[in-house]
């Protein structure tokens, strides 16, 4: 059974007047409708102000992502370097849907770009095809049980479960892919040395750790990561065949005969999710709609409750999706609310409570421009 299946009542059970009539549209492969902002229930003029704002408070520059990597970590982590992809930085850009429809967007949301750690939500949805699969069936599993190997000998790598890993509180120790886990986000006067402590008591946000988990998954899955993630899910939604999802030069494996690179959970040493605006969109709108894409059900309820559900050392962030317990990180939108975010400003912002996903690319206050949308909702 999976453990930690505590999502917040409102999250199973508040579905809006708006989200009940048109919660039966999807978009097709090549084409998505729109609505008018005051069908879909905005004051036009509000929403408008909102896209306005988000437009204002984009980023743009500077545009060599690497330069970017190398001033935000090259100073601070001992040994960094990038070891994957890099691609350059588009114009600031989103999308607004409700009811599976399009009532704003702006900018450029065909282009692939790099989306750092939002690819650690999509991570987190490939590891629940395993578990509907009843290759990841328990949570609470030691993953020592299930990958061979050096990765989880001993005693205190040996004790972390699937569960720790998904929610960045395992606190392995090791090097992979040449990167040693102290060396990411570094803490202390003398990281290297760190005190260790016991896998599920401390949450730290750790790239590494998370690389970890999709090499994990990957000798589980026995297959490229993104090529069941095609399969699975991205095809059925719609996506575009344009997105990639790129490791390192040096995450390169062996399985069964065959070499697979096993990919990154961000870009925080390059590589990662590059995928446009428009194809988050669609992966955001399965994720409001509880894993059912037209009548077929892709992702299982179960799952997603799981990771959306509050991890016991971090109430604000699940099986690596940020959640809005308490309503802290975004007083204005519902406690049912969740998304996932990477660095540079791009986030999927699902809310089931007022059928709504917001995608925003180069746009750093996430809370700002949902404020301000849900602002723009009329009051029913």
Known sequence: MLRSLRAPVLFALCLSAASALAADYVPTRHAWARQAPAAAGFDPARLDAAVAWARANGEQAPADLRDTLLASFGAHEPGYRILGPVATRGTANGMVLRGGRIVAEWGDTTRPE???SVAKSVLASVAGLLH????????????????PGPWFEGPHNGAITWAHLLQQTSDWSGTLWEVHDWADRPEGDDPQRRPLHAPGTRYKYNDVRVNLLALSLLEVAREPLPQLLRRRLMDPVGASPSWRWHGYDTSWVTLDGLRMQSVSGGGHFGGGMFVSTADLARFGLLMERDGDWDGNRLLSREWIAAATAPSPVKPDYGYLWWLNTGRKAIPAAPESAYWASGFGGNHVYVDREHDLVIVLRWTPDLAGVVTRVLGAIEKE
């Open 114 to 116: 790099m989306t750092f």
């Open 132 to 147: 509907d699969d009843g290759l990841l069936a328990d949570t609470g599993r030691r993953v020592a049980l299930d990958v």
